[in-house]
């Protein structure tokens, strides 16, 4: 006779979860890889599920929508993983934060900013080409390039908390320098349209900065 009270077995998720984790990353990078051969509206839920190998229902069950895709691979892009920590919580930027020299803590930020834009320019600018006809990614667009300026007022002043800035320049006016040079088509006019290299670029960075920003 069958015990019926027999222990039931622990149920280990561990493995589920790794094929889930897996199947988001197969998405996102078919999805990446035709937002930037078709374009944005070009690349549909159809075509992004064949290049992944997986069905359509799949995407919508994992992300529910295109848009949240496009919100995914900019997560991954600017953050370097899927982690939930906020962009200026994370290693790099607290490292420069620590820093009391100004000119070491410029020098760090233009590294790590290469990183990051290294990663997400290109994602940046499929959602600039996608908002000229997508409202939503118009103003997702927007709200994010506010939040990184936002960001860059965080940079001035820790910057400006180890000494003063160049005469004449205030915290907001270096916040728009730093915005302006750190922007996504400047990093992609010169690394892609001058065929800049990462270094190149992160060191005229730290250079431009240090000579604009500091006395």
Do not use: C
């Not at 051969?37 to 359509?56: D, L, N």
């Not at 300026?149 to 006016?173: D, F, P």
């Amino acid at each position: 006779m069958t015990n019926s009270n027999k222990p039931k077995r622990a149920y280990n998720s561990t493995r589920r979860q790794a094929q889930a984790q897996q199947t988001r990353q197969q998405i996102a990078e078919a999805a990446r890889q035709l937002f930037s051969e078709r374009s944005y509206a070009g690349a549909t839920i159809e075509a992004i599920a064949e290049s992944a190998g997986v069905a359509a229902e799949t995407i919508y069950a994992v992300f529910g929508s295109k848009q949240r895709i496009l919100n995914y691979l900019l997560d991954i892009a600017l953050g370097g993983d899927d982690s939930p920590i906020p962009m200026l919580e994370r290693q790099d930027p607290q490292a420069m934060f620590r820093e009391t020299d100004q000119r070491q803590q410029l020098g760090m930020f233009a590294r790590g900013i290469t990183g990051v834009m290294d990663r997400a320019a290109p994602i940046f600018e499929i959602m600039r080409m996608a908002a000229k006809s997508e409202p939503p990614i118009a103003t997702l667009l927007q709200h994010l390039l506010n939040e990184r300026r936002k960001n860059m007022e965080t940079v001035i002043q820790h910057v400006a908390a180890n000494g003063a800035l160049r005469e004449g320049i205030s915290n907001a006016h270096a916040a728009d320098i730093v915005w302006t040079l750190t922007s996504a088509e400047v990093f992609l006019l010169l690394t892609v349209e001058r065929g800049w290299s990462r270094e190149h670029y992160s060191e005229w960075l730290a250079d431009s900065l240090i000579r604009l920003l500091l006395p």
